[in-house]
């Protein structure tokens, strides 16, 4: 019982990730308004995320972890951002 997945949650989760991937398309767009957009804020939950892993699994691996992960998550964010920079450096010149 405790393994079995909710599909709503499964679905609310596909919706909202949706909504956010749709929230970074309209960032350019003058006539949505700010509220509608995603935060350029990043790395808010960061700290109580890294705690929570500390207590659950320690230091030493968390820490290797986090050097895992940071870099993949680093790697495209930088893809896509690159993207975005191609994309208009096509468009200006």
């Not at 079995?4 to 006539?31: E, N, T, W």
């Not at 949505?32 to 659950?56: H, N, Y």
């Not at 940071?70 to 896509?80: D, E, F, S």
């Amino acid at each position: 019982m405790a393994n079995q997945r909710v599909s709503s949650i499964d679905q609310f989760r596909g919706a909202a990730i949706l909504a956010m991937v749709l929230g970074s398309c309209l960032i350019g767009v003058k006539v949505i308004p700010a509220w509608l957009k995603r935060s350029e804020d990043i790395g808010l939950t960061f700290g109580l995320s890294f705690a929570k892993q500390v207590g659950l699994n320690g230091a030493r691996n968390t820490d290797i972890n986090f050097f895992k992960r940071y870099p993949a998550i680093l790697g495209a964010g930088a893809l896509m951002g690159g993207g975005r920079l191609l994309q208009r450096c096509s468009t200006q010149g």
